[in-house]
C-alpha cells in the first residue's frame, strides 16, 4: 500500500523539462575579446610581412564566431589597418611605431583573418591582406602642397638613392651597405624641387673601405651575423643643390621560428639600385602588404575556406545592416536613444 502512494505522489511530480542554454550574444567590434583577437591578427600579419613598414590596427570592420565545442571557438575578422612610420625590419615594438599622417599620404590595408581561440589562447589560421595608398586628389584637397607618393622605380627616386647609399659608403668607417629595397619615395615641386626616399639595408662582409677595392665580393653577412637597417635621404635638386641622408643599423636580430629570415625573402643587389625592389612593388607607389598566409600547423587552414567563410559572413552582415537600417525607421518616444550597432568598430585614427 504504501508502495502504490509514492508511486502515486511521484506520477503527480510536476515534469520539468531541459531548457537549452541560451546561445551567447554575439561580440561587438569594440568588446574586449574582439580587441584581444585583432591585436593578436594584426602581430601575426607584421611578423610574416617582409615588404615595406608594420601596420597598426585603425578598425574592426566585423566579426563572426563560430563555435567548435567547449572553449573552442573559429573567429573570423574583417580589419582596416594604417601603416607606421616603422619598416618591417625594425625591432621596435609596434604599441611604440606612429601612424603616418594623412598628409604624408596615408597607406590603408585590408586584411580578413581566420583565428582560432583554443582554452583562452588564440592562434591565427589563415589571412589574406592587400593595401593601397590613399588618392592623391584627396591629399591634394586638404594640403595642396604637400609631396605625394611616386612610383617606387621613378627615375628621380632611383638616382636620390643611389646617390645616398654611396655618399653614405664614402664616408662611414664600418660595414659597407647594401640596398635591400626602396620603401617609399615622394617628390615635391614646390617651393623646391625635393626627392625623398627611404630604403632598407644590409650590412656585408666587407668595410667600406674594402669595398672600394672589390665591391663584387661584397656579401651580406650570414644569417647568424646579419644586420640590418633602414637609411632616409633627401636630395634637393632645385633652386640649389643638396644632398641629407641619415641610416640607423638594427643590429643582429634573431628570427622567430616560424618566419623566415628576413635576408630569404629581400632582394639584395649591387650598384643597380632598380632591382632592390620586390618585383610586386616595381610601378607602384607603395609595397602591397599583400599577405595570404596559411599556417601550416594548423589543421584549418584551407585558404578557400577562409574565403568561402568571410564571403558567408559578409553576406550575412550585409543583410543585418540592411535589416538594423529598416529597424531605425519605426518611430521611437522622445529622448529614446538606439544602442550602437555592434560592428564596425570605432576608428582608433582616420578614416580613409
Same mark, same amino acid.
Given at each position: 500500500?504504501?508502495?502504490?502512494?509514492?508511486?502515486?505522489?511521484?506520477?503527480?511530480?510536476?515534469?520539468?523539462?531541459?531548457?537549452?542554454?541560451?546561445?551567447?550574444?554575439?561580440?561587438?567590434?569594440?568588446?574586449?575579446?574582439?580587441?584581444?583577437?585583432?591585436?593578436?591578427?594584426?602581430?601575426?600579419?607584421?611578423?610574416?610581412?617582409?615588404?615595406?613598414?608594420?601596420?597598426?590596427?585603425?578598425?574592426? $570592420? !566585423? &566579426?563572426?564566431v563560430v563555435p567548435q565545442g567547449?572553449?573552442?571557438?573559429?573567429?573570423?575578422?574583417?580589419?582596416?589597418? *594604417? @601603416? +607606421?612610420?616603422?619598416p618591417v625590419l625594425s625591432p621596435t615594438p609596434l604599441a611604440n611605431c606612429t601612424v603616418r599622417s594623412f598628409a604624408e599620404h596615408a597607406v590603408e590595408g585590408d586584411c580578413d583573418v581566420k583565428l582560432q581561440k583554443l582554452d583562452g589562447t588564440?592562434?591565427?589560421?589563415?589571412?589574406?591582406?592587400?593595401?593601397?595608398?590613399?588618392?592623391? $586628389? !584627396? &591629399?591634394?584637397?586638404?594640403?595642396?602642397?604637400?609631396?605625394?607618393?611616386?612610383?617606387?622605380?621613378?627615375?628621380?627616386? *632611383? @638616382? +636620390?638613392?643611389?646617390?645616398?647609399?654611396?655618399?653614405?659608403?664614402?664616408?662611414?668607417?664600418?660595414?659597407?651597405?647594401?640596398?635591400?629595397?626602396?620603401?617609399?619615395?615622394?617628390?615635391?615641386?614646390?617651393?623646391?624641387?625635393v626627392v625623398v626616399a627611404e630604403f632598407a639595408v644590409a650590412a656585408t662582409n666587407c668595410s667600406?673601405?674594402?669595398?672600394?677595392?672589390?665591391?663584387?665580393?661584397?656579401q651580406l653577412l650570414p644569417e647568424d651575423q646579419s644586420n640590418f637597417g633602414f637609411c632616409t635621404a633627401a636630395m634637393v635638386k632645385r633652386p640649389s643643390q643638396d644632398l641629407k641622408v641619415d641610416c640607423l643599423l638594427y643590429g643582429h636580430q634573431v628570427p622567430a621560428p616560424d618566419i623566415p629570415l628576413l635576408s630569404r625573402v629581400f632582394y639584395p643587389t649591387g650598384q643597380d639600385t632598380s632591382a632592390g625592389l620586390a618585383p610586386s612593388a616595381v610601378g607602384v607607389t607603395n609595397h602591397n602588404l599583400g599577405l595570404a598566409h596559411n599556417n601550416p600547423v594548423a589543421s584549418e587552414s584551407s585558404s578557400s575556406e577562409i574565403l568561402r567563410s568571410m564571403l558567408s559572413a559578409k553576406?550575412?552582415?550585409?543583410?543585418?545592416?540592411?535589416?538594423?537600417?529598416?529597424?531605425?525607421?519605426?518611430?521611437?518616444?522622445?529622448?529614446l536613444v538606439p544602442p550602437p550597432p555592434p560592428c564596425p568598430g570605432k576608428i582608433r585614427h582616420f578614416d580613409i
Open positions: 500500500m504504501k508502495a502504490l502512494v509514492a508511486l502515486i505522489l511521484l506520477v503527480q511530480l510536476p515534469i520539468h523539462k531541459a531548457i537549452p542554454a541560451a546561445p551567447p550574444a554575439p561580440l561587438g567590434c569594440d568588446d574586449p575579446e574582439s580587441e584581444a583577437a585583432a591585436e593578436a591578427a594584426v602581430n601575426y600579419i607584421n611578423g610574416h610581412s617582409h615588404h615595406g613598414y608594420k601596420f597598426a590596427l585603425n578598425r574592426i $570592420e !566585423d &566579426i563572426r567547449p572553449n573552442n571557438d573559429i573567429i573570423f575578422l574583417e580589419l582596416d589597418l *594604417l @601603416e +607606421t612610420t616603422c588564440f592562434s591565427v589560421l589563415a589571412s589574406k591582406c592587400h593595401s593601397h595608398a590613399d588618392s592623391g $586628389e !584627396d &591629399i591634394v584637397k586638404v594640403c595642396p602642397d604637400c609631396p605625394l607618393l611616386v612610383s617606387l622605380n621613378n627615375t628621380e627616386v *632611383l @638616382e +636620390t638613392v643611389s646617390a645616398a647609399l654611396n655618399d653614405y659608403n664614402s664616408k662611414t668607417t664600418d660595414s659597407y651597405l647594401r640596398l635591400l629595397e626602396i620603401g617609399r619615395a615622394k617628390i615635391q615641386f614646390y617651393p623646391a624641387h667600406a673601405e674594402q669595398a672600394k677595392a672589390n665591391v663584387e665580393a661584397c553576406s550575412v552582415t550585409k543583410r543585418a545592416v540592411a535589416e538594423a537600417a529598416q529597424h531605425d525607421k519605426v518611430p521611437r518616444p522622445v529622448g
